[in-house]
DNA sequence: TTAGGGTTAG
């Protein structure tokens, strides 16, 4: 970096700062900040001072907390919200409690409140909450805040209840987004359907859904199979947000209609995205969708369209996932070279290490091809423990091609070491030691797959074409 | 500076 190139001026390097993407950034613009003497300047302090408390890292956080020459309300609330992203509760009241009076504003009462939530502690929250109401510094904000700790904490009664009593002149749209997504997290997809019907047929003075109502809404239907509502949700919502540049709405459309079967539904979402604009888990969408649609080699195109995409502007990598994702791809359409290929370039090509899950894949992808003795050559030399998935799969392929006897017993030998608390491997013993049952529920159950794909349709054959754009 | 949303094998 030379300074004579940098744009001077703070307002360019506060833009910087806020708009930066990566932990080295961060730090050269510290380094900056610092080299030009204005490390002393509270905004550009408190805009760093966020930047590190949002990832977690608390000792450069406080480190520019106390060496701020004055400290204003911002900044006194930035370091309360930095306390709070790392767990410390109470390092948070006791901050709150330094603060001069006319700093503690309702921002603080707010992020205090959170910080607690984000404990667990919900009665130190309640707390907070409703002493910020005798001190009539509460707001949707607060309650909001409020109803989603309960959200998470899984206490939707209390939640509810609270929102109740909010009245419809206080709730907004986030106290619905909230709801919902809460209604969802516990499991109850149809309640979270229920709440978006009550905020879009509410008379009055209901407030309007945005993106994340509708990102919501549409998980919801998607864990329902409700698709015919989500189809409806997605088509009335079109004007009123404009063809969608969120990337976490595009991308629970896609999950849904990739979940549904409506593959060229799902790339038209995609395609509608504005360049760069997708992220990494649209991608990981995409792969999956692609996958789990029988579309294997229009997968592996969209993975290495996605790397070609990330290598030009350094965004999109890669991760775990991407690569469960694709394996699987593989796996279902009978990919074995690829498979092979893109699991041997994992992490020499991509950094990303493989773990147990990916070794499942692979297992599967060997063992539907008939390699059963490379499957457990694999399994064999695994650098990670084998999990009970990963054997569960080999025992299963192994029991059901004739030849597998030894694989099957090896494999059942190595579930039974496994930890007995693990649910999977216990569920496996339990079966291995009841396999006359077993035997009978793999006759029932491919029995059941002939039926099945003698009446189903073929799938849609148009082909994944990231150049529509 | 404070509240809400998305992807993962068998």
């Not at 019907?197 to 994340?212: H, I, K, N, S, W």
């Not at 329902?224 to 976490?248: P, Y």
């Not at 279902?332 to 992490?347: C, I, Q």
């Not at 054997?391 to 030894?406: E, F, I, K, N, P």
């Amino acid at each position: 970096m030379q300074p004579r190139t940098l744009p001077r001026g703070r307002a360019a390097i506060l833009r910087a700062v806020t708009g930066c993407r990566g932990r080295r950034e961060e730090q050269a613009l510290h380094c900056l900040v610092c080299k030009l003497g204005l490390a002393s300047d509270v905004v550009l302090a408190t805009a760093l001072l966020v930047r590190y408390g949002r990832r977690g890292l608390l000792a450069p956080a406080q480190r520019l907390f106390d060496e701020m020459p004055r400290r204003d309300a911002v900044a006194f609330n930035a370091m309360l919200a930095a306390l709070g992203a790392s767990g410390r509760a109470a390092d948070a009241r006791r901050l709150f409690d330094r603060m001069p009076g006319p700093d503690r504003t309702p921002a603080s009462w707010n992020t205090l409140l959170t910080c607690y939530c984000r404990v667990g502690d919900l009665a130190s929250a309640r707390a907070v909450f409703e002493a910020s109401l005798r001190a009539a510094t509460s707001s949707a904000v607060s309650w909001n805040a409020m109803v989603d700790g309960y959200c998470k904490a899984g206490r939707m009664d209390a939640a509810r209840e609270l929102f109740d009593r909010m009245g419809s002149s206080l709730r907004d749209v986030v106290t619905y987004n909230t709801m919902m997504a809460g209604y969802l997290r516990r499991g109850d997809p149809a309640a979270a359907i229920a709440m978006f019907r009550r905020l879009t047929q509410d008379e009055g003075q209901a407030p309007r859904p945005t993106a994340v109502t509708i990102a919501t809404v549409v998980t919801a239907c998607t864990q329902v199979g409700d698709f015919g509502f989500g189809r409806a949700v997605h088509l009335s919502t079109r004007q009123l947000l404009g063809t969608s540049t969120d990337a976490v709405l595009s991308n629970a459309l896609m999950d849904m209609y990739f979940k549904c079967g409506s593959v060229d539904r799902a790339l038209e979402v995609f395609s509608a995205m504005p360049s760069g604009a997708p992220n990494l888990f649209c991608w990981n969408t995409v792969i999956a969708g692609l996958g789990r649609n029988g579309r294997g080699e229009d997968a592996v195109r969209a993975f290495r369209d996605m790397v070609e995409t990330s290598n030009k502007n350094n965004e999109v990598r890669p991760d775990s996932v991407t690569f469960v994702a694709l394996l699987s791809a593989c796996s279902h359409s009978g990919l074995v070279r690829e498979g092979r290929e893109l699991f041997a370039e994992m992490l020499p090509a991509h950094g990303v290490a493989p773990g147990a899950e990916h070794y499942g894949c692979m297992v599967d992808l060997l063992c539907r091809a008939g390699l059963l003795g490379e499957a457990v050559r694999l399994v064999r030399t695994m650098p990670v423990r084998p999990n009970a998935k990963v054997l569960g799969c080999l025992l299963l392929h192994a029991r059901s091609s004739g030849d597998g006897v030894t694989a099957s017993e090896w494999a059942a030998r190595r579930i039974a070491e496994l930890d007995g608390r693990d649910g999977a491997a216990y569920g496996l013993s339990n079966l291995y030691a009841s396999l006359q049952r077993w035997d009978h529920v793999e006759r029932h159950r491919s029995g059941l797959v002939t039926v099945a794909a003698a009446s189903g349709k073929e799938p849609g054959r148009t082909s994944y074409d990231p150049h529509v754009r």
